[in-house]
């Protein structure tokens, strides 16, 4: 069976510091990848998609980027992080082929950037 | 990309059923789910419907696809106070668009 992990799970961090918030996904081959944050009190906002390893895509423009090193494994980062970049970040797989039932996600990781 | 909208409230009594609304934008949406977030907790995919569906029945829960307007519905009978939840709708195909989210309270 496939499941998905991230970590950590909280992480409080100063504002300019950098951040890496890591993504693994096991039981699968060549799934799409997907980083989406929950901002206090807003809906879901999907930040990048990834298709396969060193494909990314970005949805809004912002102080984040997303890297896909290897095919299960995505990740989060920030050279400096903004005080507008606290919130709840998930990372998501749905099959790569064919038909998608919607994405997984993982349990989140909870930033605060103070 | 698509919008997808909801509204952010609803409120029902305990075994009255609800009914949560949601419009997308993107007629090429080839999928439509439904998530459920619990306080302190992750999505957790409830249940999905394709496009060329009009309706799928999974126990308490009924989905209701009108392709024609753009409009997918969650009916959950029999409403417990365990589905007080946040429940998202989405659309799309390998890249995925949310609502907001409906935040359900069921009243005892």
């Known amino acids: 069976s496939q499941t998905i992990h991230q970590w950590p799970a909280t992480l409080v961090q100063p504002v300019g510091s950098p951040l890496s918030l890591e993504c693994t996904v096991e039981?699968?081959?060549?799934?799409?990848l997907y980083w989406y944050r929950q901002a206090a009190g807003r809906g879901l906002q999907l930040l990048f998609y990834?298709?396969?390893?060193?494909?990314i895509s970005s949805e809004v423009p912002q102080n984040l980027s997303a890297s896909r090193p290897q095919d299960r494994q995505f990740i989060l980062s920030s050279k400096k992080l903004l005080l507008s970049d606290s919130g709840f970040y998930l990372c998501a797989w749905s099959p790569g082929t064919g038909y998608s039932f919607g994405g997984f996600f993982g349990p989140g990781t909870r930033l605060t950037v103070l | 990309g698509e919008d997808v909208e909801q509204s952010l409230f609803l409120s029902v009594r305990e075994g009255d059923s609800s009914v949560i609304n949601c419009t997308y934008t993107?007629?090429?949406?080839?999928?439509l789910y439904w998530y459920k977030q619990e306080p302190g907790a992750g999505l957790q995919l409830l249940t999905y419907?394709?496009?060329?569906?009009d309706m799928k029945q999974d126990q308490r829960l009924t989905v209701l696809l009108n392709k024609k307007d753009k409009h997918l519905s969650l009916r959950i009978a029999d409403t417990q106070t365990g589905d007080s939840a946040i429940y998202f709708c989405?659309?799309?195909?390998?890249?995925?668009?949310f609502g907001t989210g409906t935040r359900l309270t069921v009243i005892p």
């Open positions: 990834s298709v396969g390893i060193g494909q």
């Open positions: 039981g699968t081959s060549n799934p799409n």
């Open positions: 989405a659309a799309g195909a390998n890249n995925l668009f």
């Open positions: 993107d007629s090429s949406s080839t999928y």
């Open positions: 419907i394709f496009s060329n569906m």
